[in-house]
Nanobody, 119 residues
Framework: QVQLVESGGGLVQAGDSLRLSCAAS????????LHWFRQAPGKEREFVAR????????YYADSVKGRFTISSDYAKNTVYLQINSLKPDDTAVYYC????????????WGQGTQVTVSS
């Protein structure tokens, strides 16, 4: 069983930067990839970025390329999402998810962290 705990969200102004964290625990040896998703009010959850574990290959949704950076600290079992030049449209609950094999199913989810961007 893998537990994921997100942190780092908050209320920020447009143009600010934010770094979200997702700490994994309990069975991290099973990790194959970690993902970030977000869900804005009234919208479906959408994929944001993925990082393979521990190799570090990264993938991004086209909508966030250039402003979002996913990274990891293997020693801390933590994945980060750096968000620059925040926009009100980035307002959402950001979730971390874990895959345990190459089928890339989302086997585990965190509880999410709220990011609110004011204009």
């Amino acid at each position: 069983q893998v537990q994921l705990v997100e942190s780092g969200g908050g209320l920020v102004q447009a143009g600010d930067s934010l770094r979200l964290s997702c700490a994994a625990s309990g069975g991290t040896f099973r990790l194959y990839a970690l993902h970030w998703f977000r869900q804005a009010p009234g919208k479906e959850r959408e994929f944001v970025a993925r990082i393979n574990w521990p190799a570090g290959s990264t993938y991004y949704a086209d909508s966030v390329k250039g402003r979002f950076t996913i990274s990891s600290d293997y020693a801390k079992n933590t994945v980060y999402l750096q968000i620059n030049s925040l926009k009100p449209d980035d307002t959402a609950v950001y979730y971390c998810a874990a895959s345990t094999d190459l089928r890339m199913r989302y086997d585990y989810w965190g509880q999410g962290t709220q990011v609110t961007v004011s204009s």
